[in-house]
């Protein structure tokens, strides 16, 4: 019974997880300007962070929990280095 | 998922009941960066994901693990204090970025730079 | 004791958060968790940040239980936002220019985080000579409106933990 019922819940939420990064990459290739592409991809990284949390209940493997760790901490330093780019069109000065 | 055999009933349920609410979250806020119109409402849709969406999604994880290890899991608790640290930080950034730009370019309606006024 | 251990409690926090990484309270775990953490707060103190004093922390558990309740509260909105039929309706995003009389930089950064983390609202800017923040709000409906939520509900509860 909950074997099922998890099943069918986790797999409905990775198509849910899927449709978002579709928006998300939809959005990341109209644009229009860099800002909407920057905060495109940020939305990307965290739904991508979220399916690998529901890949993770899915193996039971507690594993992808250190990938889903790395993406968001990756994504952080990312979006500070693009928002700094957008501002001055260096990312160190 | 025959791993999840041991897992009760009621602790199935609301383990997928937190997964469907995250994953919906992030479904509709992605929805709207591709709905609303304009950069500066776009930057609120991203937030119903990174807020309630990881934090029930998370919850879910926590649940799941720590009544199949019959021990209390904490990792998720890193995530969601690193998520609720550095995505307004990020947020922030970006907005200030793209006023900024916008201010240089004098494209659309931005409030004027704060010594101008 | 200062000078080996610049910031006791962010060393903590990390010595913690790499234990909880780490998955165990093993003497090498706990050796090279030590290490970092140490590391950890004298690379903070080189950045030489304003000195933290923390004032009434009972008013701490309800801001968190009211921060919460707000973020539950503006994700409904917000998704019924989005869902609605007219995108362009009567809604009317817009910025407003807040008034603050706080003043502590780590008070501010709260604010900014709590703004922030409510979904609708997005702080821009700070103006520190004037004292005012710039705020972006998804469904502006009133001005005077924001201004009283932000005071009333946030800052003064933040003063008094911060200042």
Same mark, same amino acid.
């Given at each position: 019974?909950?074997?099922?019922? $998890?099943?069918?819940?986790? $797999? ?8 978002? &990064?579709?928006?998300? #990459? ?11 592409? #920057?905060?495109?991809?940020?939305? $990307?990284?965290?739904?991508?962070? &979220?399916?690998? $949390? #529901? ?23 990312? &979006? ?6 957008? &501002?001055?069109?260096? #990312?160190?000065? | 998922?025959?791993? !999840? ?24 806020? *992605? ?29 879910? *994880?926590?649940?799941? +693990? ?13 995530? !969601?204090? +690193? ?6 930080? !990020? ?17 659309? !309606? ?8 | ?12 926090? /990390? ?31 080189? /950045? ?14 309800? /801001? ?50 709590? /703004? ?48």
């Amino acid at each position: 019974m909950s074997v099922a019922l $998890l099943a069918w819940a986790v $797999l409905l939420a990775q198509l849910l997880l899927l449709a978002a &990064m579709g928006c998300a #990459v939809v959005r990341l290739l109209l644009g229009p300007r860099a800002q909407d592409r #920057v905060l495109a991809l940020d939305t $990307l990284n965290v739904n991508a962070a &979220m399916l690998l $949390l #529901v890949f993770g209940i899915r193996t039971g493997s507690s594993h992808y929990f250190e990938a889903a760790l790395l993406i968001t901490l990756l994504g952080f330093v990312a &979006m500070v280095a693009l928002a700094k780019f957008l &501002m001055r069109g260096e #990312v160190i000065e | 998922m025959t791993h !999840a055999a041991d897992l009760p009933v009621w602790a199935a349920l609301v383990v997928a009941l937190l997964l469907l609410l995250g994953a919906g979250l992030a479904l509709v806020g *992605s929805f709207g960066l591709l709905r609303l119109p304009g950069f500066y409402e776009r930057v609120h849709a991203p937030t119903l994901g990174t807020t309630l969406g990881i934090g029930s999604v998370l919850a879910a *994880s926590m649940l799941f +693990f720590s009544l199949l290890q019959t021990r209390f899991v904490l990792h998720e608790i890193l995530i !969601a204090v +690193f998520m609720v640290v550095t995505t307004p930080v !990020a947020l922030m950034l970006l907005a200030r970025a793209a006023l900024y730009r916008d201010r240089v370019e004098r494209s659309g !309606a931005v409030p004027p730079p704060p010594g101008s006024r | 004791m200062r000078r080996i251990l610049p910031h006791p409690l962010i060393a903590l926090g /990390l010595l913690l958060s790499w234990l909880v990484l780490a998955g165990s309270a093993s003497p090498g775990a706990v050796l090279l968790g030590g290490a970092i953490a140490l590391a950890g707060s004298w690379a903070l103190a080189s /950045l030489a940040p304003p000195r933290l004093r923390l004032r009434r922390l009972a008013v701490l558990p309800g /801001l968190l239980r009211d921060v919460l309740a707000e973020v539950v509260r503006s994700n409904v909105a917000v998704v019924r936002i989005i869902l609605g039929r007219s995108v362009a309706g009567t809604r009317r995003p817009g910025f407003v220019h807040i008034p603050l009389d706080m003043r502590s930089p780590q008070g501010l950064a709260a604010l900014a985080c709590i /703004l922030t983390a409510t979904p609708g609202t997005v702080w821009v800017e700070y103006d520190s000579t004037e004292g005012t923040m710039l705020l972006h709000v998804l469904d502006l409906i009133d001005e005077a409106e924001w201004v009283r939520i932000v005071k009333e509900r946030w800052e003064r509860r933040l003063m008094e933990i911060f200042e």
